[in-house]
């Protein structure tokens, strides 16, 4: 899809993804419906975000769109939300196969200073019929059929896989359209970067100081990374994927389950990350093959270039 072409032909987020849906013979639209309707969310809480609207506010008003936007698309049954304690079940006469889990404005810290925040979002399917049940969303993130954020930035960026790779789209605010900028993502087998808050070093487990060390005082010869550490998921993660590298937010004596939630921060990533021919891994496992418990579990997690998450995975098999 050259360059020049992407000027005239503008291959929008839809079209893109009416395209993938096309392959799949039994696909009756319901997914693009969907879809339209998290663009629309995404559209709704960059602006909220450019007018500068107060944090608190700003967090309970993305989460209420969305939901909104989502029960009303007439294909989910069932919502997880970081700001709702509770799952929604949506009413018989609004439901449709698809379960979405997802953190409405995450990095809300940094709203105030004008720091980059985003919206994460994974999608399950349900089998027709039958009444849903919190099982359906309790699952391994290896079975989402979409995972993907919207990253309210200097621009306005929404990446997605549904499986068969990761692209990336920019809001063009003139159009109000999502235009393929960013096709085919594939995160650099190896990077420079190691991202991660070196504030909670002091209670690291061994694995996890080994490594940061390494990356500080390489042993093999080669040169120190850099450190790049934002605070807000979706940009040190977008940087991730972009430049390569790793980003880790592990376990530590205070939090033996580290921060980030299982279901809609950190099986969305580890998703983008697999796709785009990177890894992520727990600590124990493969991110993607846990089996989560309760909605809002949380997880460590180490996710990034291929060859650099190798390193972690052999550093915690060496600990066994
Ligand atoms: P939040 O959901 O309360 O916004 O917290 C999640 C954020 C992530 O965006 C980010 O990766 C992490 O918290 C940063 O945490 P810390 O400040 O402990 O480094
Ligand atoms: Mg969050």
Not at 85 to 103: H, I, L
Not at 154 to 173: A, E
Not at 215 to 226: E, R, V
Request: glycine residues 10%.
């Amino acid at each position: 899809y050259a360059a020049d072409a992407q000027r005239t032909d503008l291959m929008t987020i839809t079209r893109f993804v009416l395209n993938e849906q096309s392959k799949h013979p039994e696909s009756r639209g319901d997914f693009t419906i969907l879809l339209s309707h998290i663009v629309l969310g995404c559209k709704f809480v960059c602006s909220a975000v450019n007018k500068g609207e107060e944090q608190k506010k700003l967090d309970v008003l993305s989460n209420e769109v969305f939901v909104k936007a989502l029960v009303s698309s007439g294909r989910t049954c069932i919502l997880v939300s970081e700001e709702d304690e509770e799952a929604t079940f949506v009413e018989p006469s609004k439901r449709g196969r698809y379960c979405v889990v997802f953190d409405p404005l995450d990095g809300s810290s940094n709203i105030d200073c004008g720091v980059s925040i985003g919206t994460i979002f994974g999608i399950y399917s349900v089998k027709d019929g039958g009444e849903p049940t919190l099982d359906d969303v309790l699952q391994p993130g290896k079975n989402m059929v979409a995972a993907g954020y919207c990253m309210y930035g200097s621009s306005c960026t929404l990446v997605i896989s549904t499986g068969s790779g990761v692209n990336g789209f920019t809001l063009d605010p003139s159009l109000g359209e999502f235009i393929l900028t960013h096709p085919d993502i594939e995160i650099p087998k190896k990077g420079k970067i190691y991202s991660v808050n070196e504030g909670n070093a002091k209670n690291w487990d061994g694995p996890t100081a080994k490594y940061v060390e390494k990356c500080k005082f390489p042993i093999d010869g080669s040169s120190s990374k850099s450190l790049r550490y934002i605070g807000s998921m979706v940009a040190d993660v977008h940087r991730t994927l972009l430049y390569g590298g790793i980003f880790l937010y592990p376990a530590d004596k205070k939090s033996p389950n580290g921060k980030l939630r299982v279901l809609y921060e950190v099986f969305p990533m580890s998703f983008l990350m697999e796709q785009a021919g990177g890894q992520a891994f727990t600590g124990k496992q493969r991110a993607l093959d846990m089996v989560p418990k309760k909605i809002h579990e949380r997880s460590p997690i180490f996710l990034g270039s291929y060859d650099d998450v190798e390193e972690i995975k052999a550093l915690y098999a060496a600990e066994e």
